[in-house]
Every structure is written in C-alpha cells, then in structure tokens.
C-alpha cells in the first residue's frame, strides 16, 4: 500500500497528463492535468472506463477512432507498451479537441496477470495549431500567386510594419510603394466608408472576435474617380490576453464587378417599383428548355419566395379548380399552336389568400418562347363587387331612402313601401315626417338633427307611423353624404322594424327574472324584491319575514320516477305556494327543490309579526304535504320550512338573512323534517363551530393529527381472528374529538377521500409489520369505507396500489361498506367489489339491516360478511325484535354462505344469546375496547386464545 501511494505521489507531481486504468479499463486515478485534457473533474472521472462516451478520440485525419484502437484497448489487447500515438480528444465539456500524444504501458504481477495500465498523455494541441496555420497561409500565398489582380499583404499591429505585394499600392491608387503608413490608406478610403474600414479590423482583432474577415468599400484616385475594392483579411496571431497581434490577407479591385451590379440593380429597382404600383409582372417560358422566369412582382403576387424556381406545372398548380383547366389549356395552345390569351382568373397564393389575377400570353416562335403579363385585379375585383353588393344592399330587407340636402326624400327602395305602407309615388318628394308617430316632442327631432350635422350621423329607436296609422317601432341610422369638398349633398336613413325585437325583449326579460319551469319570480328578481321590501319596512314599521322552503326526499322522486314527474310535482308545489300566500307576498324558486317565500307588511310587533309567518308556514306545510298525482300515480312529498324575522337595521347584508333562515330550515330537517323552525343565534354560533371543525379537520390532514385504534374480533373457540381499524383525532387544542363529531363534516366536504386513503394505507402498512410477527401474522383487519370513496373511478387503482406499496397481504384485508351505499349505482360497486374480490380482498357489509335492504341485490353482492348492529345487540336480551332481526341476519348470512359478526357485544349474556342463535364472531367491550397499537399488541399477548361457549 506504501509503495502504491508513493506512486500515485510521484504520478501527480510529473508535469504530464496521467491516467491509470484497472484491467477492466476503469480509471482508478487521474492527475489534474489529465482531468483538464479530458474536460472532467477529477470527481468525474474517478470509475470511468477507457471506452466512456464521456470521450471520444479521433485520428490526426479527423475520423472517429473505433473503440478498439482506443490507447487502453490497443495496450489490453497488445499486452505492449504504446509510444507516441497522436489522437484528439473530442468531448462535450470541450469546446474543441485537445491533441495528445500518447505513451502507455501494462503491468502485470508475478503470474503474469495484468495489474493496470499506466497511459501518459503529451499536451500537442499548440503543435497542432501551429502546423495548421502555416498550412493556411501556404494556401494563402498560392491563391494570391494564382490571381494577377490581387495583391497580398501581412501587417504586424506590434511593430507597426506591413509586407505587401508589388501592386499592393497600386490598387490603392497610390502612385509607388512606399513606406508603410497606414494613414495613406485609410486617407485613400472613401469618407463614407472610413469608418467600416477600421471597425471590420477593430472587430477582428478584439478580444473574443472572428479570426476572419472580408468587406467591400471604394477608394478615392487621384483622379477623383471612384474604385472598389474587396479586402479578405485573417488574424493570424493574437497576444495572451486574446488581441490580434498580426493579420494577413488579399485585396482584389472589384470596380468592373460593382459597376455593372449597380446598373442592374437601378434597372431592376426601377422595373420592380413599376411593377409594383401597376401590381404587374411579366413572365417568359423557353419552349426549348422548358424553364420558366418570372419577374419579382410575379413572386410577390403568388407569395412566394423570389428565390424559389417556378414551372409552368407550378404555376398552373396555383390556380383554384375553377380557374386551373382555363388557364392549362391556354398555356398548352400557345405553346403549341401560339394562340395568344387574355383571361381574369382565381389564384389561391402559397400563403392562403385568394387573388383575382389578368393573365396575358403571347407567342414568339421566332425565338422559341412564350411570354406575357401578370397583373393582381384583386382591388378591382373587389370594388365591382362592392358596387353590386351596395346596389343589392339598397334592396336589401332593411328600409332606405336618400334626401336631398333640403331632407326631401329622393329615392326609396322595396322594404321601404313594405314597412311603411308607402310606395315610391308616395313618398318621393315629401320629407321624412312624413312617418312622424307623434310620439316625440319637437325637440328630440331638433336633437336628431344636430347630431347628424355635428357628428355626421345619428343612430337609435324611434317610433313611426305606417301609412295605416299603426306605431311601430324601429332602429334608424341616419348618415350625412359628404362631397369631394367636405359639404353634405345627400342624407342616407336605414331602418328596420324591431317589432318583434321588443317582443323578444320582453321575454328575455321574463326569462331572466322568472323560473322558466314554474314560472315564479328566480333568486335575482327575490333580491330585487327583498331589497324594496327592507326598504319599505323601514318607512313603515312593518315587519318582513323570509320562509326557506326546502321539500323532503324530492331527490328519491327525481330517481325512482323520473325528472319529468320531478318537473311536474315541483309545478304542482309552485301553485300550492301561490294559494298559501297573501296577495303581495313574493314567492321565489331558489334552485333546485329549493323555494323562498318572502312576507312583507307583518305586524310592528316581533311576536305578532313571528305568530303571522309560522301561520303561514303551517299552512303552507299543510298543502305540501297533501298527496300529488302524477300521471295516473299518487306521490307524497313534504316540507321543511326555517324562518327569520329580518333585521331591518342591517339592510346591507341580505345573504344573512337567507342564510339564517337556510340555517333554520336545516334546523327543520334535523327535526325530523315535516315541520318547520325559526332561527336563533346558538344556530349561527353551531354553524360557526362546524366551520371551525372543517379548518381544523383540514389542518389535521396536513399535520398528521389522525392515528388508529384497533378492536378485537374474536371467534368463539379460537380467540382473536381480526381487527377494526377506527380513527382516532387527537385536537392539540381540544383534545379526543369522537369521529360522530367530524366524520359526517368530511362527508359533505370531501375531506372524506384523503382521510379514507391515509386510513387505508396505515391499515395495509400495519397488516404488512404484522405479517413478520408469528402471533399476529394471521389477523385480519377491517376497514370502513364511505360512499364518496367507493364512487371515486379510480378507486380500485387506489386500493390496489395501496397494497401494492405496502406489500399488505390482501387476503386479510376487509372492506366494511353500509347498506346505505347500496341505494344509489349499485351496479358500479358491484362491479368493482369484483375486481377487487378477484384480488383476494374481502368485504362485509356494516350495519346490516339498520338502512337499505334490497335480498334481491344483496345476493348479487360480492360479500363475505354480515355485521349485526350494535342497535340489535343491545336490547337483544329484552326486546323480542331486536332478537328477532338478530336470528334473520344470522340465517340469512347462513343461506348465502356468508360469515356474521356481532358488534358492541358487551356482557357475556349477550354473548351466549348470540351463540344460541348461531353467530360465533363478536366484536365489542367484552373482550376490549378500541385500543391504540402498542397497546393492542400487548392486550394480543396476553389474551386467553381459546374462548369456549357455555
């Protein structure tokens, strides 16, 4: 190990990139200037093997190098020392290759197996860089040689010398050469172009620029005659801060070039702007050799890009369907019998847009080719088109006239006489008074008037006359024509008749205000009405009484005998509600089953004013509650009512009210429904702790207050067989809250479904630790799962996934479903208990027989077990019923082969009586009460296994 790390030292202080390898290529060490070559830390390269697409390397010619001529292959393979291999090293933390020479040698032990590989890397990359610039300024001289009207030269920013060529002044307009002085030239340069001159170099030269440059720009002869020349020019040396120190280069004089560039650049600039204000372009088509041109404009009237190159079959193809068998037989007559053509098609440009096109084709044989002209008409085409519509418009369902600048009428057209009664004859030369209603005063026509001479027009509803006498009214727009001066000539009066507008007004008005399916006032009208109500309470004394009418089990009509006898029950209890009222009193449909009935003019004294409304709101449940028949069927369905006098000290806050007596209603259902209750403020307050709950509820969620307990199911002769799993909720502030408290609030909030999955979860965690625990390997445990759990789509992915990141044995796991889940889409949970069955999960069912209870698809059900209710056991010793209903379980469970438990079994006799009757599972205080899992574990110990009947 001493003689190893002494190695590694001596490796690391070497002025050379080192890599050590194992046998298996690894790197196993890597010095600083190995990792800098490789473009890795010394971290990074630590495990890497020789052959890591970290890396690649390539050969001198630049090609990828296969792995297995890689230097740690080649000496592996070889089993021989590697001397000067020249290789680049390419790597993405790289920004170009490192060139190296490479030195490496195996080492083996004393059984000849090899040990490690020792690579030492020679830094070349200058070398290379060198050899490669000294390649490219032979390759600059021998163009320069090669061309007579070029002049090279190389200028050293250091010494401020320059070497150029023998004809390098003269292209400079310089009469000799002569010392170097970098203002002549500059002095030389054309002012406009000075300032490119030096910032091209400057550019070059910078820190950070491109090694290249080149760039056009003239120079002044002392003849005053301008020349251009082009000037190609390379960094060929830069200091160590990265500035240009040396440039070299050429100069070509360009002055013939850029003349006639500049003469065909004026043509065609002037050609294209003609073109382009005429929106015409000119084509050619050679016979010959098939190759088409076309004129920039051309290009810019199809869209296309001027660089593309078009063919006839290219642009026939640009041509709608209509327009594209015209044009191909044109084009192919005139080149094959020169019949010239002049047509006005359709195009649909490379953009989308459709164009109205002139197309124009001439032959000449002589010269074999086709030639002729484009023009875009689309702004003609438009223009006509608008002139027809403009003469359609004037004929159009809307009534015209135009006037003379003295308001006489003019010019009439057809729905003019149809809306007004008068024909042409009739009106022409009369003024439009003469469909005056006499609806407006004098002044309203002066104000008219005066808009459209300030404003140039005017717009809005007026009454008129037909020539019948009939009033009607109609939406007018009255327009002033201008002349070439800006002075009115003429005025334009539109109209339609909005008669039958005003009616649908009306009943959108009716709509927006009234329930479309009883036709009472909605919640929007209510508030209207309630606020005028307040108000007028208060001028007058007079007490105001809102009734929140909410009908019971209307949800089970709606499912049992359709929305349509739902619709018409909800009808038939609108007109219950209208006949238990007084004439003044409001009542709305809230929504739903849902109504609100508003009591105004109550007497001033509280007392009097709440005898009054709960008279009306006896009365009202007593209507309610009278049967309903409904297509040839008798339905009942009752009331709760809550009630609340209003404040008329706070008429701000109108939701309040409707809240307090929502709140009483609830009240009303709580009571047993069928009745009716009046607010008070302990109902605020307990709403206001319910709403503290669910805060509370989701904090504990988040911060993880639940935990569970475990109670015994015990069989009788064996002992302890399973478990309930019941959450428990530890408040820090309030302590144990029982789960009736809050259960029922995660209901109705949804907060349900992530407390149900973390009782799940934790069930499934425990059942897989107890699975290692030989006494408790075999114990069930019960779940109780809620409806809105069960309802989820996914919820048997979720179980399913639960035991699957567990590692839960399904088999003893137990989902306990309620009777009262079975009521609604029991086909979808029977769907998915059988999924989930077919997973080994088992199922019981709660509460058998304290709700729903349907044999027929009770026997459909995938279920294991049935589960007495505690309400049955409790009593089972002196109510006949309970002992009744305990014995039909018990059989029933028997005759489907299902298991049956008792729960809440608290005394031995209750115990005994239920073994007489055939159940032998109990859960209840007899044996324990739900108990935290430490606990539980330890009551587990030291249980008595073997419980014998008497």
């Known amino acids: 190990m001493n003689t190893q790390y002494s190695q590694l030292e001596l490796l690391r202080c070497l002025n050379l990139a080192v890599v050590v390898h194992a046998p298996d290529t690894r790197i196993i060490y890597s010095n600083i200037l190995a990792c800098e070559l490789l473009g890795l830390t010394e971290e990074q390269m630590q495990g890497k093997k020789g052959i890591d697409p970290a890396w690649n390397f390539i050969t001198e010619q630049g090609i990828v190098m296969p792995l297995a001529d890689y230097p740690v292959n080649r000496i592996i393979s070889s089993r021989q020392r590697l001397k000067n291999l020249v290789v680049g090293i390419v790597s993405p933390h790289l920004i170009e290759p490192n060139w190296v020479s490479v030195d490496g040698f195996p080492e083996f032990d004393l059984n000849g197996e090899l040990t490690q590989i020792i690579i030492n890397f020679y830094d070349v990359t200058n070398l290379k860089k060198a050899q490669e610039q000294l390649r490219q300024s032979e390759e600059l001289l021998r163009l320069s040689s090669e061309l007579a009207n070029v002049a090279a030269w190389e200028r050293d920013l250091v010494t401020g010398t320059m070497t150029r060529s023998s004809n390098h002044d003269k292209l400079y307009g310089l009469s000799e050469l002569g010392t170097y002085d970098i203002d002549n030239f500059i002095n030389a340069t054309h002012p406009e172009d000075r ?13 950070g620029g491109a090694d290249q440059y080149k760039f056009d720009f003239r120079i002044h002869y002392p003849d005053q005659s301008i020349h251009w020349l082009n000037v190609v020019g390379q960094v060929i040396a830069r200091d160590e801060n990265g500035v240009g120190t040396k440039l070299r280069g050429f100069i070509t004089d ?18 294209a702007e003609t073109e382009q204000i005429g929106k015409v372009g000119g084509w050619e088509f050679n016979i010959d050799s098939g190759k088409q041109t076309w004129t920039e404009e051309v290009f810019h009237i199809h869209e296309l890009d001027p660089d593309s190159d078009p063919s006839i079959a290219i642009g026939i193809n640009f041509y709608t369907p209509t327009s594209k068998p015209i044009i191909a037989l044109a084009v192919d007559r005139i080149i094959k019998y020169g019949e010239q053509f002049d047509l006005e098609l359709e195009i649909i440009t490379a953009k989308g847009n459709l164009r109205n096109v002139h197309a124009i084709g001439r032959a000449d044989f002589e010269n074999r080719r086709v030639y002729g002209f484009f023009q875009d008409i689309t702004d003609r085409k438009q223009a006509e088109v608008q002139l027809r519509i403009a003469a359609t418009a004037f004929e159009s369902q809307q009534g015209m006239m135009v006037t003379d600048i003295n308001k006489s009428i003019i010019s009439v057209n057809k729905a003019f006489t149809k809306i007004t009664g008068y024909s042409p004859e009739q009106a022409i030369g009369q003024t439009p008074s003469l469909l005056q209603s006499g609806r407006h005063e004098a002044d309203f026509y002066q104000s008219l008037w005066a808009s459209v001479e300030a404003d140039g027009s005017w717009q809005g509803e007026i009454w008129n006359r037909r020539q019948n006498g009939e009033i009607y009214p109609e939406i007018l727009s009255i327009t002033a024509v201008k002349n070439d001066e800006g002075q009115t000539s003429h005025y334009v009066g539109v109209f339609s008749d909005i008669s039958a507008r005003k009616a649908i007004e009306e009943k959108v008005e009716h709509l927006a205000f009234y329930d479309s399916l009883t036709g009472l006032p909605n919640r929007l009208l209510l508030i209207d009405r309630m606020q005028q109500a307040l108000s007028s309470s208060v001028r007058s004394g007079a007490q105001t009484a809102l009734l929140f009418v909410d009908l019971d089990e209307f949800k089970n009509i709606n499912d049992t005998a359709g929305h349509p006898i739902g619709d018409k029950l909800l ?34 004294s509280t007392e009097e004013a709440a005898s009054q409304a709960a008279s009306i709101g006896e009365k009202i449940l007593s209507l309610l509650a009278q049967n309903y028949r409904l297509d040839g069927f008798e339905h009942q369905c009752t009331a709760s009512i809550g009630v609340t006098l209003v404040d008329t000290k706070n008429l701000q806050n109108i939701d309040n009210c409707l809240q307090q007596a929502d ?41 993880q207050q639940f935990s569970l307990h475990y109670q015994a199911q015990v069989a009788e002769g064996i002992g302890i067989v399973g478990v309930e799993a019941l959450i428990r909720w530890t408040h820090p502030e309030h302590g144990f809250i029982p789960p009736a408290n809050f259960i029922h609030i995660a209901e109705e909030t949804g907060l349900i479904l992530p407390i149900g999955s973390w009782v799940l979860e934790t069930a499934c965690s425990q059942l897989a630790s107890w699975a290692n625990i030989p006494v408790m390997a075999d114990l069930s445990i019960s779940v109780n799962v809620s409806a809105r759990q069960f309802m989820q789509v996914d919820w048997v992915d979720q179980v399913l996934a639960i035991i699957k990141n567990t590692g839960a044995n399904p088999n003893l796991l137990k989902l306990e479903l309620t009777e009262s889940m079975l009521a609604q889409n029991t086909e979808d949970i029977i769907s998915k208990m059988t999924l989930l069955k077919a997973h080994g999960i088992g199922f019981s069912l709660d509460d058998f027989g304290t709700g729903y209870s349907s044999l027929s698809y009770l026997k459909l059900l995938p279920m294991d077990q049935l589960k007495i209710d505690s309400s049955f056991v409790r009593d089972i010793l002196i109510d006949p019923n309970d002992s009744a209903i305990a014995q039909m379980v018990i059989g029933l469970a028997k005759n489907l082969g299902l298991t049956v438990i008792a729960e809440g079994v608290e005394t031995e006799a209750q115990r005994h009586a239920l073994s007489k009757l055939g159940c032998y599972e109990y859960q209840g205080y007899l044996y324990s009460k739900p108990l935290p899992l430490r606990e539980f574990e330890a009551f587990l110990n030291h249980f008595e296994k073997n419980v014998s009947p008497e």
């Not at 300032?195 to 820190?207: G, H, P, R, S, V």
């Not at 209750?677 to 969620?701: C, G, H, K, N, Y």
């Open 195 to 207: 300032e490119k001159f030096t910032l091209f170099i400057d550019n070059a030269i910078a820190q």
């Open 254 to 271: 360009i002055t013939d070039r850029k003349q006639a560039e500049l003469a065909v650049q004026k043509s065609q600039k002037l050609l």
């Open 571 to 604: 009808q038939m209890v609108a007109k219950r509600l209208e006949s238990s009222v007084r004439e003044g009193d409001t009542i709305a449909r809230w929504g739903g089953d849902e109504f609100v009935v508003l009591l105004e003019g109550l007497n001033s």
């Open 663 to 703: 709140l009483a209603m609830y009240q009303a259902k709580g009571a047993g429904k069928n009745t009716l209750r009046f607010f008070e403020p302990q109902m605020q307050a307990s709403m206001s702790a319910r709403v503290a709950l669910q805060t509370d509820l989701r904090q504990a969620i988040y911060l």
